[in-house]
T-cell receptor
Framework: AQSVTQLDSQVPVFEEAPVELRCNYS??????LFWYVQYPNQGLQLLLK??????LVKGINGFEAEFNKSQTSFHLRKPSVHISDTAEYFC????????????FGKGTRLSVIA | GAVVSQHPSRVICKSGTSVKIECRSL??????MFWYRQFPKKSLMLMAT?????????EQGVEKDKFLINHASLTLSTLTVTSAHPEDSSFYIC???????????FGEGSRLTVL
């Protein structure tokens, strides 16, 4: 079985400061990893995904994440956050690259303070 | 990119009534759709996998007679909450799989409030 742990439920950060949202996963097989963002009362928007290849993945809105197999982590980073980045962020894992449901972490609420 | 639309975005109903939520893939055909439920300040929990032309596959603990899922066409899956109770109040999100890549696209979600 797969599982995802997002260690921080809430992360407050000042505007223009860097941020890292942590994600660890467990799986007995190869995995595919995703980060989604959810704004209030909206669905999920894909930020980035790791399927294979380079372990550093760049996504939309200036976010990037690094896949670390030895540490079973896929932390999300942004060098300088904006007020508009305030949202809920979900890390997710799948056994396949597609057509299968995702297993989500509990989410991290990023609050950007002016 | 591919678009998945849900309707209604918000619905309020009385206890005991049934509510139908639609999930449509607007610009692609989706043989597989997934229904998730999200509790306040909680993650998304997979409820069921909806396959076009066949019965849905429900996750353990999800009452199939209460949450009826129908995937009658390649662009539409519906979730009907039957005899709704206040504890069914939640945010329901669907996702559809793009056949060419398998990538999942999510709907905007539907907030159900049962009074």
């Amino acid at each position: 079985a797969q599982s995802v742990t997002q260690l921080d439920s809430q992360v407050p950060v000042f505007e223009e400061a860097p941020v890292e949202l942590r994600c660890n996963y467990s799986s007995s097989v190869s995995v595919y990893l995703f980060w989604y963002v959810q704004y209030p009362n909206q669905g999920l928007q894909l930020l980035l995904k790791y399927l294979s290849g380079s372990t550093l993945v760049k996504g939309i809105n200036g976010f990037e994440a690094e896949f670390n197999k030895s540490q079973t982590s896929f932390h999300l980073r942004k060098p300088s956050v904006h007020i508009s980045d305030t949202a809920e962020y979900f890390c997710a894992v799948s056994q396949n690259s597609g057509n299968t449901p995702l297993v989500f972490g509990k989410g991290t609420r990023l609050s950007v303070i002016a | 990119g591919a678009v998945v639309s849900q309707h209604p975005s918000r619905v309020i109903c009385k206890s005991g009534t049934s509510v139908k939520i639609e999930c449509r893939s607007l610009d692609f055909q989706a043989t597989t759709m997934f229904w998730y439920r999200q509790f306040p300040k909680k993650s998304l929990m997979l409820m069921a996998t909806s396959n076009e032309g066949s019965k849905a596959t429900y996750e353990q603990g999800v009452e199939k007679d209460k949450f009826l899922i129908n995937h009658a066409s390649l662009t539409l899956s519906t979730l009907t909450v039957t005899s709704a109770h206040p504890e069914d109040s939640s945010f329901y999100i669907c996702s559809a799989s793009l056949p060419s890549t398998g990538e999942l696209f999510f709907g905007e979600g539907s907030r159900l409030t049962v009074l």
